[in-house]
Antibody, heavy 114, light 107 residues
């Protein structure tokens, strides 16, 4: 069974940094591209970033380019999202997803507020 | 960016009804469209991928159709457990974009 477990969320002040992790199991992690998707409170879904199966290619939405970095450690079956210069509009539940958003973790809440 | 216009935003239907939800893309996305179901307090769950392929484990009352710019999710006979919000996603080009969602309730 595919399992994706996010961690690392919480409350952070504007302008500070936070790193999310996603521990994957139940599939061969190194065979799949992975992505982060977020959902602001009571809002719709927003794709954030994608990384290829081997980490050689990454893609970001414009609003996070230069601030967020998606990465992976295939030896540890773990996906990461480094978020710098956080803004209030980054407040959301962040979901880790497998492939073209086939499977989703339960999500982790990130709140950016002073 | 490709805009995904989803309709209706809200839908009220009775158990056993046939329900259809639509997504219209602002440009051709071929068949690169997924449908998701999100129940209150839960993560989204994939129902349909590539416009018309049923994800493993999803009941056969769910089906998808369409290509190009116009897509439809159909629930052939609504069940109480289908109460949820439904989203479409285009993955034809970056950035991936979602429809705004359809909230489905029981009448």
């Amino acid at each position: 069974e595919v399992q994706l477990v996010e961690s690392g969320g919480g409350l952070v002040q504007p302008g500070r940094s936070m790193k999310l992790s996603c521990a994957a199991s139940g599939f061969t992690f190194s065979n799949y591209g992975m992505a982060w998707v977020r959902q602001a409170p009571t809002k719709g879904l927003e794709w954030v970033a994608t990384i290829s199966y081997d980490g050689s290619s990454t893609y970001y939405r414009d609003s996070v380019k230069g601030r967020f970095t998606i990465s992976r450690d295939n030896a540890k079956s773990t996906l990461y999202l480094q978020m710098n210069s956080l803004r209030s509009e980054d407040t959301a539940t962040y979901y880790c997803t497998r492939g073209i958003l086939l499977n989703w973790g339960q999500g982790v809440m990130v709140t950016v507020s002073s | 960016d490709i805009q995904m216009t989803q309709s209706p935003s809200f839908l009220s239907a009775s158990v056993g009804d046939r329900v259809t939800i639509n997504c219209k893309a602002s440009q051709n996305i071929n068949r690169y469209l997924n449908w998701y179901q999100q129940k209150l307090g839960e993560a989204p769950k994939l129902l349909i991928y590539n416009a018309n392929s049923l994800q493993t484990g999803i009941p056969s009352r769910f089906s998808g159709s369409g290509s190009g710019t116009d897509f439809t999710l159909t629930i052939s006979s609504l069940q109480p457990e289908d109460v949820a919000t439904y989203f479409c996603l285009q993955h034809n080009s970056w950035p991936y974009t979602f429809g705004a969602g359809t909230k489905l309730e029981l009448k």
